[in-house]
């Protein structure tokens, strides 16, 4: 069973940056994609931003120009880091990772924006 363990959630004012890290048990090498979601409550979980095997990048509208996705392949971690963090970026954050036998989530990383 895979493990993914979240780190460095948060508080935070407006205007700030956060980083958010999620360390995989296992390695990544054969991994497909990992990527970040986020879930307020009563509300679907919805895409931040993707990364795939090869390096390709997807971001939803709402954090383009503020969020970057990337990863440690030595560390089997990804990394989130937001810029310019806004009061309605105030979430659960959650971490992905799709390995071609299945895909696992973290158990979630409270990021809160608030003066």
């Known amino acids: 069973q895979v493990q993914l363990v979240e780190s460095g959630g948060g508080l935070v004012q407006p205007g700030g940056s956060l980083r958010v890290s999620c360390a995989a048990s296992r390695s990544i ?6 990527g970040w979601y986020r ?3 009563g509300k679907e979980r919805e895409l931040v931003a993707t990364i795939t095997s090869g390096g390709s990048t ?4 709402f954090v383009k120009g503020r969020c970057t ?5 030595a560390k089997n971690t990804v ?3 937001m810029d310019s963090l806004k009061p309605e970026d105030t979430d659960v954050y959650y ?5 071609p036998l299945g895909t696992y989530w973290g158990q979630g990383t ?3 924006v608030s003066s």
């Open 29 to 34: 090498f054969s991994i497909n994609a990992m």
């Open 110 to 112: 409270q990021v809160t």
């Open 95 to 99: 971490c992905m990772f799709r390995w």
């Open 79 to 81: 990394y989130l880091q």
């Open 58 to 61: 997807n971001y939803a509208d």
């Open 69 to 73: 996705i990337s990863r440690d392949n």
């Open 39 to 41: 879930q307020a409550p």
